[in-house]
T-cell receptor
Framework: GNSVTQMEGPVTLSEEAFLTINCTYTATGYPSLFWYVQYPGEGLQLLLKATKADDKGSNKGFEATYRKETTSFHLEKGSVQVSDSAVYFCALSDDNFNKFYFGSGTKLNVKP | EAQVTQNPRYLITVTGKKLTVTCSQNMNHEYMSWYRQDPGLGLRQIYYSMNVEVTDKGDVPEGYKVSRKEKRNFPLILESPSPNQTSLYFC???FGLGNQPQHFGDGTRLSIL
């Protein structure tokens, strides 16, 4: 079946540090991959997405590349800010784009 | 303002007492979905709907019902709630298929005693 595995948190970084949050997936067919972000007390917001192998999604300085050979979609940012503190979720949608599967979330704390 | 509105935001109730969580979107989205969020498990999909009168099960549908009589509304019904349904629930919607960006509501925190 389909599933998403994310690195456990929390991840604590100093401002301007480099961020990587690992995400690997198991899926049949050709899923689409997403990163969503959740700020305290709010619903999730789409951060970026990639719909096929080797696609790179990017937004607000965050990037992730769809790697079919390693079944991974790691999230990276070159220089984090305090305002990036949030919970990050990796997700995939199945071939028919109907069902969604989320990882367990990784909490990021960025200190000034 | 484009939004997904859930009600209530918080509810404490007792085992077996039927409850409905409403979800409404004002963006004319075809796709709507319900999720529950539990610590260490992330979000798990309960039900989704591709359009009016078209619904299907997600990963954890047991104990829940949904209906989609109008495009804008997608209520979640717990006919006989039990304590293991205590959770944070999110409704989401998107244009077309589910691979489009989903817009999430602010969540409903349910406590079943």
């Amino acid at each position: 079946g389909n599933s998403v595995t994310q690195m456990e948190g929390p991840v604590t970084l100093s401002e301007e540090a480099f961020l990587t949050i690992n995400c690997t997936y198991t899926a049949t067919g050709y899923p689409s991959l997403f990163w969503y972000v959740q700020y305290p007390g709010e619903g999730l917001q789409l951060l970026l997405k990639a719909t096929k192998a080797d696609d790179k999604g990017s937004n607000k300085g965050f990037e992730a590349t769809y790697r079919k050979e390693t079944t991974s979609f790691h999230l990276e940012k070159g220089s984090v800010q305090v305002s990036d503190s949030a919970v990050y979720f990796c997700a995939l949608s199945d071939d028919n784009f109907n069902k969604f599967y989320f990882g367990s979330g990784t909490k990021l704390n960025v200190k000034p | 303002e484009a939004q997904v509105t859930q009600n209530p935001r918080y509810l404490i109730t007792v085992t077996g007492k039927k409850l409905t969580v409403t979800c409404s979107q004002n963006m004319n989205h075809e796709y709507m979905s319900w999720y529950r969020q539990d610590p260490g498990l992330g979000l798990r999909q309960i039900y989704y709907s591709m359009n009016v009168e078209v619904t299907d099960k997600g990963d954890v549908p047991e104990g829940y019902k949904v209906s989609r009589k109008e495009k804008r509304n997608f209520p979640l019904i717990l006919e006989s709630p039990s304590p293991n349904q205590t959770s944070l629930y999110f409704c989401a919607s998107s244009f077309g298929l589910g691979n489009q960006p989903q817009h999430f509501g602010d969540g409903t925190r349910l406590s079943i005693l």
